[in-house]
């Protein structure tokens, strides 16, 4: 399947590597792909520059938001949360119409300094913000309550944990339980929240996911529903 991850940070990039290595025709999308292959610093979180983990997988193209969501025939969002609207304006509507966008995203806000809080909130979530903005688009919220090494390799967190997902289209929850699952979850550990408006819930977990992060010292947890 050919696949656009749109974002440059350690989430795109280890999404992007678990695909191409399940054998995804696979690019990444960035704002402007030369300024990105000249950075030589690395990221706000320590993340090697981008020219580093590209020279390892030579089999990703990096290339604009717009070529990337273009060519693609499923879209994942792993863009920061305050840039993610910004970036999938500059993919195009007409190039993400009728697709499924897979949002791992959060709309972290880190502009009171840590922890982050989260805009928008309660009333509103990220995932329906993008719904809304792109309405011929295919959302499907997934993947965004944990840590991104997580997300591609659940065998990370001993035991049984849980994958939520919502959207307003069946189809494209199909979709991309697929692609969950071929990243090694079993079907049985993801949970259907129902529409968009559960993005909601899932977003707000991260409060107490950052607060989890900073007990334990580490990021290999997530959460696990018993349910029948």
């Avoid at 960035?30 to 020219?51: I, S």
Wanted: a negative charge.
């Amino acid at each position: 399947m050919r696949i656009a991850v749109l974002g440059t940070g350690v989430v795109g990039r280890t999404l992007a590597a678990r695909l191409d290595g399940l054998g995804h025709d696979v690019v990444i999308g960035t704002r402007d792909p030369a300024d990105t292959m000249a950075r030589t610093e690395p990221g706000g979180f320590g993340t090697p520059p981008y020219p580093q983990w590209q020279a390892e997988h030579p089999g990703v193209r990096l290339l604009s938001f717009a070529e990337a969501a273009a060519v693609a025939e499923l879209v994942v969002n792993a863009t920061s949360g305050g840039a993610a609207m910004a970036a999938l304006v500059a993919a195009g509507e007409p190039a993400l119409a009728g697709k499924v966008l897979v949002d791992v995203s959060n709309p972290l806000d880190f502009s009171r300094g840590m922890p982050p809080t989260l805009d928008p909130v309660n009333t509103d979530s990220l995932g329906e913000q993008i719904q809304r903005a792109f309405p011929a688009t295919r959302v499907v919220k997934a993947l965004n309550t944990m840590n991104c090494h997580v997300m591609v390799d659940p065998g990370r967190v001993p035991g049984e944990h849980n994958v939520f997902l919502c959207g307003n289209d069946a189809a494209a929850k199909a979709a991309a339980t697929a692609l969950i699952t071929s990243f090694g979850w079993p079907a049985g550990a993801l949970i259907d929240l129902g529409d968009i408006s559960a993005a909601r819930g899932t977003e707000m977990l991260m409060a107490l996911w950052l607060r989890l992060m900073g007990s334990f010292g580490h990021a290999d947890f997530n959460f696990h529903i018993p349910h029948t």
